[in-house]
């Protein structure tokens, strides 16, 4: 990564929540353990099915979530600048439910994986809780929007009140 990138990403991460609570050189400490990755409009960045052995935190552009069923993909989700994605694989070991595909040329990411992880929680301990905390705060914000599409579309389907 040039330094140029590197300051970039200081900046851009310092101003995300992620970060909110850590000093500059523990976001810098953070970058030290992430890898800086670019995708093409509608590349795969973690394919279903796979255990995931990494998360990924959107800086540019923005990801789909899909889910494939009998070779018809559903959008299901969009992860957005400033938010996580795959973490629920990488927590909990299961494969992926879901694709990430990039939806944007220049889509970037920082992706850290199970062994830089397992480096960070042990060198920097403070850090990977911060980590930890966005990836709660990312399911959370899924969950709710997965929640609200579904309630929508049953008032759509059934009507105000009933299911």
Do not use: W
């Amino acid at each position: 990564m040039s330094p140029t990138t590197r300051k970039t990403l200081t900046s851009i991460l310092n101003q995300q929540y992620l970060c909110e609570s850590l000093t500059i050189k523990e976001v810098e400490t953070l970058l030290d353990f992430t890898e800086f990755v670019t995708f093409d409009r509608d590349a795969v960045i973690a394919d279903a099915g796979e255990v995931g052995d990494a998360l990924y935190f959107v800086i540019k552009g923005e990801a789909a979530l899909i889910y494939s069923d009998n070779g018809q993909d559903m959008e299901v989700g969009r992860m957005v600048e400033g938010e996580l994605m795959g973490e629920m694989s990488f927590f909990d070991r299961e494969p992926r439910l879901l694709a990430m595909r990039a939806l944007k040329d220049d889509t970037q990411v920082l992706k850290l994986t199970r062994k830089m992880y397992e480096r960070l929680r042990v060198e920097y301990p403070y850090i990977a809780v911060n980590l930890l905390e966005h990836a709660i705060i990312s399911l959370d914000h899924l969950v709710r929007r997965v929640s609200e599409q579904e309630v929508t579309l049953s008032r759509y389907i059934f009507g105000p009140g009933k299911r």
